[in-house]
Structures are given as C-alpha cells and as structure tokens.
C-alpha cells in the first residue's frame, strides 16, 4: 500500500490545531483503496516517543482520513526538534498481493514554535 499525505494550510502551528489528512493507495499507486477495519493511529516524536497518548487510536477507514491534532498533541516543550509523525497502520486488499496485507506508513509533518511572551499565561 502507498500513502500520501497532505497537512490542511500546509503547516502545524504550536498549541494550535491541523487535521492530518491521509490518502490510501493499492500497490500500483493509482487506485484508492479501504483500509479494512481495525486501522488506528499513533502521534510520535523524532525520538519515537508517544505523544499525548497517542496511542493506537482506532478511526474508521476509508480512502482518505483526517487526523485531528490540537493542544496538547503539538505542544513543543524543549523546542529541539519540531519534527511529529502519524504512523498509521492496519490491514487491506491488495490487487496483487490479496486480502489481509499489512501496512505500516509514516507521515511526517512539523511544528511552528509560537514566540511566547512573559505576559501570556
């Protein structure tokens, strides 16, 4: 399976909000495909720590979906690196290799750090 992703306005701003949206494709990367049931979802960092306990979140499939991300899943609290995945993962049919194939897709995207002020909270 072949994914593509897109970030809606095109970047993730710190604290903020962006919906993650992913697009699935058969081996051949033309034909839009259905993940099966039991697709989820995990948010990481570039060290590959979970993220807001973002763990294995189920979402219901289809050709395309929408992460959602707001707060607390794009806070950046050492500002080393603003670099965030959604790896996604779940099962399809595949026209050439058939019912039941596993995938794994990363999708990453980064962070705009907010210049924060001592006067905000």
């Given at each position: 399976?072949?994914?593509?992703?897109?970030?809606q306005?095109?970047?993730?701003?710190?604290?903020?909000s962006?919906?993650?949206?992913?697009?699935?494709?058969?081996t051949?990367?033309?034909?839009a495909?259905?993940?099966?049931?039991?697709?989820?979802?995990?948010?990481?960092?570039?060290?590959?720590?979970?993220?807001n306990?973002r763990?294995?979140?189920?979402?219901?499939?289809?050709?395309?979906?929408i992460?959602e991300?707001?707060?607390?899943?794009?806070?950046?609290?050492?500002?080393?690196?603003?670099?965030?995945?959604v790896?996604?993962t779940g099962?399809?049919?595949s026209?050439?290799?058939?019912?039941?194939?596993t995938?794994?897709?990363?999708?990453?995207?980064?962070?705009n750090?907010v210049?924060k002020?001592?006067i905000?909270?």
């Amino acid at each position: 399976m072949l994914t593509t992703t897109s970030i809606q306005d095109g970047y993730a701003t710190e604290e903020g909000s962006i919906g993650v949206k992913i697009y699935f494709w058969d081996t051949d990367g033309t034909t839009a495909v259905t993940p099966d049931a039991g697709l989820v979802w995990t948010l990481v960092n570039a060290a590959g720590e979970v993220i807001n306990s973002r763990l294995n979140v189920a979402i219901t499939a289809g050709e395309s979906i929408i992460v959602e991300l707001a707060g607390d899943d794009l806070v950046l609290p050492e500002k080393i690196t603003s670099a965030r995945y959604v790896v996604s993962t779940g099962t399809y049919t595949s026209s050439t290799l058939g019912a039941g194939t596993t995938f794994v897709h990363q999708h990453q995207f980064h962070i705009n750090p907010v210049k924060k002020l001592d006067i905000w909270p």
